[in-house]
């Protein structure tokens, strides 16, 4: 709606100021015209009459009053009173005759012969300049006083319906330009969120429409082009972390197997442990990698349920816990009632596995010991968690990384784990905050939707 | 009558490194009628010659998958199957679960799991049949014996009954001794629900087991409560 009517305001005004235009140059050069051509107009009879002067009963023209005449005029003469010729100068042969009152008043107005006369009234008759057939326009305007005080009026109304009738036809111009560029604009919207479009290729626009298709087309190839290339990375990535799962499984064989046997020394059997206890690592970094790839590339649909975040809590807590039977990482749970009574709709296992990433970074980091807290409360319809724990805190370029970037590309540092929390947090429309407490410590706030739309 | 560690498996997977440690790892725990097969047509021939009583398949094999050849194997005779697999998408794990595998484990694995996953499963087709000895009858929880089989206690000051609420979060308790237990697993387990709008009467049954089972009901030492999570139970008093 705005832009309609941007563009016929637009359009209505600039029709307004292109009339405008043409009124001033239309003026100006009439005015121009008028200023450059007056001396063709002969109008100095007045001149020409009072130099042709009666002599020794001799009609006599001045030199100054005969070059005027020359100038303007082709002939001359002068009739008396009862329309004789007493002066002549040049007179067309066809003219030299007495004139009627008839004859002189018809040719006062119009022409004399077709020559186009001048007349200038004298004491002692009637001068008659004349000029060559076809060289002047002679034209005399008669109407009633009444319509010409009326013109005025007139006038304006005649503007008025001038202006009324430009305005009309911009604005309906306006519309149907409107009208024929509302689907081009409309196409040009959709191609920038990446919508396909397809435009008739005719009328006005056709061309346009056609490389609006055009480069529709193009975008829809270079999707797909590169969701074709996420898709193999994403593939890639699966299939590799496929096939070290089989060997894996054999070094956590072995090695588990040789933790269990008797027969070693001490240091055989803590050096076992080592190899168990970091292959299980590998499998954890391999799983990430997989499950991080396909969040970043759209490969991993979220399965909806409807569950307790509060329970999920307990659970994953007590599992840390009864791992660490030594009591070297307490977990400490503070849910409020209101979030122990709130169901959210949410990918269970994805959201177990924020938990578990944030517990287990806390654990790996800090190798002598720390204490977790877990807080849940309801905030403005928000379910929000805070993860955080009395340790060394992230380290800044972790910090740093989590802030400013989210692709998994640009993550140069390592911290998958982090990486998938953020991730996972963002498919849940959720934000994740990552920061360190000033009295040491790490601090993960996270807060969920309670309704996912 | 058979005993439960000469029952036949069938390990099926096409990396032999692999299926030569899971045949270790079976024979080490016991097993004694362990057979292997790399791919589905070996399965095919062993199946027909000596059948097992359970198999163990990968789901990529060198002539066809998992999946398949566990519902041609089922139609000839219904056998528990577990799935190992490298294929860790939930997808996957359903595809296997819903066609009839009674479990699904994914690689990398650590062998205990296998042996505790394989003999539950085992255990839950063959009870009827197996010759097994009676699981643990009593227990003794310092002063205290608890009889599994009467669902009673024996305490200085005699016998006493448990209710079944009681025992059943006892139970609950000591198959996860030494570990914590959620108040919503122990609802779960008595009242099949989770824990919201029950705390209190799990607090209430939890003071009435106290009372029974522990020497000081208000200082206990072997039923603990872990604050805001759960409960457990220690079989050595705590101080």
């Not at chain 1, 022409?111 to 076809?134: F, H, K």
């Not at chain 1, 330009?177 to 626009?205: D, F, W």
């Not at chain 1, 002598?368 to 993860?387: K, L, P, S």
Request: charged share 20%; glycine share 6%; hydrophobic share 40%.
């Amino acid at each position: 709606m705005n832009s309609l009517y941007k563009i016929i305001s637009r359009s209505v005004l600039m029709t307004s100021l292109i009339a405008l235009l043409l009124l001033l140059m239309n003026f100006f050069f009439t005015l121009t015209w008028l200023q450059e051509h007056p001396q063709d107009y002969p109008m100095h009879y007045r001149a020409i009459s009072d130099n042709l002067i009666l002599e020794n009963q001799q009609y006599h023209l001045t030199p100054e009053g005969m070059s005027q005449l020359q100038q303007e005029f082709d002939w001359a003469m002068l009739l008396d009173a009862n329309g004789s010729i007493i002066w002549s100068w040049q007179l067309p042969e066809s003219l030299h005759h007495d004139y009627t009152l008839n004859e002189v008043a018809a040719f006062s107005r119009w022409y004399l012969q077709d020559y186009p006369v001048t007349i200038w009234t004298r004491e002692d008759g009637l001068l008659v300049l004349g000029n060559m057939q076809g060289s002047y326009w002679k034209y005399v305007l008669t109407a009633p006083t009444a319509s010409m005080e009326q013109l005025p009026s007139y006038f304006r109304s005649f503007a008025l319906l001038n202006a009324v009738t430009a305005l009309l036809l911009a604005l309906l111009f306006g519309v149907w330009l409107y009208n024929k560029l509302k689907p081009i604009s409309k196409s040009i919207t959709a191609l920038s969120v990446r919508q396909p479009v397809h435009l008739p290729e005719k009328g006005i626009t056709g061309d346009l429409n056609r490389k609006l298709n055009n480069a529709s087309a193009m975008l829809i190839r270079q999707q797909q082009k590169l969701h074709q290339r996420d898709e193999t990375r994403t593939r890639w990535i699966s299939g590799v972390s496929h096939d070290i799962r089989t060997p894996l499984s054999i070094v956590m064989g072995y090695a588990s197997q040789l933790e269990e046997d008797d027969s070693l020394t001490d240091q055989q059997h803590q050096q076992a442990v080592i190899i168990r206890q970091q292959s299980e690592r590998i499998k954890a970094l391999i799983s990430d990698l997989n499950l991080a790839s396909k969040l970043e590339y759209g490969a991993h649909p979220l399965s909806l349920i409807r569950f307790s975040p509060a329970v999920l809590i307990r659970k994953t807590a007590v599992a840390f816990l009864n791992q660490y039977q030594d009591n070297s990482y307490p977990i400490e749970v503070e849910i409020s009632a209101e979030a122990e009574a709130t169901q959210i709709v949410a990918d269970e296992l994805l959201l177990q596995r924020v938990f578990e990433n944030l517990i287990g970074n806390s654990i790996r980091h800090n190798p002598n010991g720390c204490t977790i807290f877990i807080d849940a409360r309801i905030v403005e319809q928000q379910y929000q968690i805070t993860i955080r724990d009395d340790g060394k805190g992230f380290p800044d370029t972790v910090l740093h990384n989590l802030r400013t970037n989210t692709s998994l590309q640009q993550h140069q540092d390592h911290g998958l784990g982090l990486t998938i929390v953020q991730q996972i947090i963002k498919a849940h429309n959720g934000i994740v905050h990552f920061s360190n407490i000033s009295q040491g410590g790490c601090l993960v706030g996270i807060q969920l939707p309670c309704t996912l739309d | 009558m058979q005993q439960l560690y000469t029952l036949k498996i069938l390990l099926v997977d096409d990396n032999k490194e692999l299926l030569q440690m899971i045949y270790n790892i079976l024979i080490q725990a016991g097993f004694q009628n362990v057979t292997t097969a790399s791919s589905c047509a070996q399965a095919r021939q062993i199946f027909l010659r000596q059948p097992p009583d359970a198999a163990v398949l990968d789901i990529m094999l060198p002539d066809g998958d998992g999946f398949s050849l566990l519902q041609e194997l089922q139609a000839q005779r219904d056998i528990p199957v577990l799935f190992l697999s490298a294929k860790d998408q939930d997808a996957d794990r359903l595809q296997g679960l819903g066609l009839g595998a009674d479990d699904y484990i994914t690689k990398p694995f650590l062998p205990k799991e296998l042996i505790l996953r394989l003999t539950a499963v085992l255990r839950r087709t063959y009870r009827p049949i197996l010759q097994e000895p009676k699981t643990e009858e009593e227990t003794a929880l310092g002063e205290t014996i608890i009889h599994w089989g009467s669902g009673t206690i024996t305490t200085a000051n005699g016998q006493q009954t448990l209710t079944a609420k009681e025992f059943a979060l006892l139970k609950k308790l000591w198959e996860n001794q030494g570990n914590i237990v959620t108040t919503d697993s122990l609802c779960q387990a008595v009242w099949h629900d989770d824990a919201f709008g029950y705390e209190n009467t799990l607090m209430v049954h939890i003071r009435r087991l106290r009372e029974k089972i522990e020497p000081d009901p208000s200082h206990p030492q072997y039923l603990l409560t872990v604050r805001g999570l759960g409960y457990k139970l220690v079989r050595k008093a705590s101080p």
